[in-house]
């Protein structure tokens, strides 16, 4: 099991965000502004959506991993931080109907 939380992915995204680095695809993101990091996020979810029904287990991986990624930067560029959709979804777990749902076999 890994260490590496969403949090340190945050928190690499904001560093990178503004560095300058020609190289940084986080500082390119972050120039070009919301709209292309959005349409970027948008293609990483087709992507991701065609390894799952592909049953593609490593693409799927490979491209959840470029998924969160890209929303990590569009909730930056946005200036939402990790921690309000945490929030967000720790408000839900008390919700009975939600738990109830998340208990039953998916069929
Ligand atoms: N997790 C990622 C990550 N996932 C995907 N990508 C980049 O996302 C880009 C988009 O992927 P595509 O396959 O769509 O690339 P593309 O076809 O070249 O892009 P377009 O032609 O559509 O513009 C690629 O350049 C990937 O390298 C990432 N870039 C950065 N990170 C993380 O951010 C950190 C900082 O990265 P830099 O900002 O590049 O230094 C890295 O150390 C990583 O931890």
Aim: no cysteine.
């Amino acid at each position: 099991m890994t260490e590496f939380s969403l949090s340190d992915l945050e928190k690499i995204v904001g560093e990178r965000a503004h560095s300058g680095d020609p190289d940084s695809w986080t500082a390119k993101l972050f120039a070009r502004g919301i709209d292309k990091a959005a349409q970027k996020l948008g293609e990483e979810a087709v992507e991701t959506v065609i390894a799952a029904v592909k049953g593609d287990k490593q693409g799927l991986v490979s491209e959840s991993a470029d998924l969160i990624y890209h929303w990590l930067v569009v909730l930056g560029i946005a200036g939402i931080p990790l921690s309000d959709v945490l929030k967000e979804l720790e408000g839900r777990t008390g919700r009975s109907g939600i738990a109830e749902k998340a208990s039953r076999p998916q069929g």
